[in-house]
């Protein structure tokens, strides 16, 4: 599968998961709206939910270019991001009905902790 940019296949699609994260899949790069689902990859990298944008529960302190949904991943020893909780957090992506893509593995076979969020209307010629 080609690459273009940060993640997203040019051709091809992107296997959608509901209700249990992918073992393995015949795809590296998997997609979801299951917030069990985004929850269980941000437990397994320790990835904590957060947002660069201004918020009811605080404001803006990093500028992210997404659309408007703003909500990213700290992970451990990097926290660029403004934490929020996990209530926030979903609700922002569920207002601004977003896809959450990830790759499963890195090349080597460790967790990989690429993903992008994207609006769920423009990425859905790519789900299978």
């Not at 959450?100 to 859905?124: C, H, M, P, Q, W």
Request: proline share 5%; with cysteine; net charge negative.
């Amino acid at each position: 599968m080609k690459f273009e940019g940060e993640l997203l296949p040019r051709q091809g699609s992107v296997m959608e998961v509901r209700g249990e994260a992918p073992v393995e899949s015949p795809s590296r790069v998997v997609s979801t709206r299951d917030h069990s689902v985004i929850r269980q990859w941000a437990v397994a990298r320790q990835a904590e939910p957060a947002t660069g944008e201004a918020t009811r529960s605080g404001p803006a302190k990093v500028a992210v270019n997404d659309g408007g949904a703003g909500i990213r991943f700290n992970f451990p020893g990097m926290g660029l991001f403004r934490p929020i909780d996990w209530d926030e957090w979903l609700a922002n992506f569920d207002r601004h009905l977003c896809a959450f893509v990830y790759e499963t593995n890195a090349d080597d076979g460790t967790l990989s902790n690429r993903y992008r969020i994207v609006k769920a209307a423009d990425f859905k010629d790519l789900v299978s």
